[in-house]
């Protein structure tokens, strides 16, 4: 009888340490490629859930929503000369939007502990879903995210998906 078939053989990864981690330091705080690691982590995680995360959270402030739209009609003017939206309008929607989405109870959080925060965009209907950490105050980041994904005037850095 043929005893080879019937053994089992471990090669591991050349280098590697049992017990040893490569993305941490030995206090456990991360290395840079351990940051890295968890950014592209959270940002997959963002892609998958945003949709999901967005209708959860806009279900909750729909009808204040409606309201606020009503108020944000009656103050500025909704249409441009040619037929399109104002920016003016917009922003105010935007503004708003964000405000109460990030008023509603939402415990989403993302792989590293982040939790989800909203924000307006500039321009373009719609907000933005971003990765805070949770003591990050958001009315620190005053005029929303340009078109381009920049920040407008954050004191802190907060990650946008």
Do not use: C
Not at 71 to 81: C, G, H, K, M
Not at 82 to 88: A, K
């Amino acid at each position: 009888m043929d005893y080879s078939l019937y053994y089992l053989a471990h090669h591991g990864i050349l280098g590697q340490k049992w017990g040893v981690r490569r993305y941490q330091n030995p206090d456990g705080s991360l290395t840079e490629a351990g940051r890295r690691r968890l950014e592209r982590k959270d940002a997959r995680w963002a892609k998958r859930n945003y949709e999901k995360a967005y209708k959860k959270t806009y279900k909750q402030i729909r009808k204040p929503m409606a309201k606020a739209d009503k108020e944000i009609r009656r103050q500025t003017p909704v249409f441009n000369a040619d037929g399109s939206l104002s920016r003016t309008y917009i922003n105010a929607f935007n503004r708003r939007l964000s405000e109460l989405m990030n008023e509603a109870p939402s415990f989403l959080t993302s792989p590293s502990g982040r939790v989800v925060r909203w924000v307006a965009k500039r321009g373009e209907m719609g907000v933005q879903m971003a990765l805070a950490s949770s003591d990050y105050d958001m009315s620190q980041v005053k005029s929303g995210i340009w078109e381009g994904g920049r920040v407008g005037y954050s004191k802190r850095k907060i990650k946008t998906i």
